[in-house]
Nanobody, 127 residues
Framework: QVQLVESGGGLVQPGGSLRLSCAAS????????IGWFRQAPGKEREGISC????????FYTYSVKGRFTISRDNAKNTVYLQMNSLKPVDTAVYYC????????????????????WGQGTQVTVSS
């Protein structure tokens, strides 16, 4: 079964850190640009970061730039999102998906390829 599974979310205090994982099964993640997306309560899903398949170049939306770091380990078939200096506004369900990272790097807007989403992982930043 071809799928991406997100994990690593949880409850963290403001200023804290979490590392999310996006594990692929049924296919090799190495051939795909992968993006992280999030959806806060009452808001639309937004693309926040991606990493290309070719040279591991990255994109970050303004709200997370300098705080979040995306990386990939093709040997483990996994993409990570290290989140530091977390804020309450980062509270959301986080998803990963194949993404158009090239356009994001050029135009500043990250979109997913396709419309299939996993269950995501909940991140709650609260004191």
């Amino acid at each position: 079964q071809v799928q991406l599974v997100e994990s690593g979310g949880g409850l963290v205090q403001p200023g804290g850190s979490l590392r999310l994982s996006c594990a692929a099964s049924g296919f090799s993640l190495a051939y795909y640009a992968i993006g992280w997306f999030r959806q806060a309560p009452g808001k639309e899903r937004e693309g926040i970061s991606c990493i290309s398949s070719t040279d591991s170049s990255t994109f970050y939306t303004y709200s997370v730039k300098g705080r979040f770091t995306i990386s990939r380990d093709n040997a483990k078939n996994t993409v990570y999102l290290q989140m530091n200096s977390l804020k309450p506004v980062d509270t959301a369900v986080y998803y990963c998906a194949a993404a158009d990272c090239h356009t994001a790097q050029d135009m500043g807007i990250l979109t997913a390829l396709g419309d299939q989403w996993g269950q995501g992982t909940q991140v709650t930043v609260s004191s």
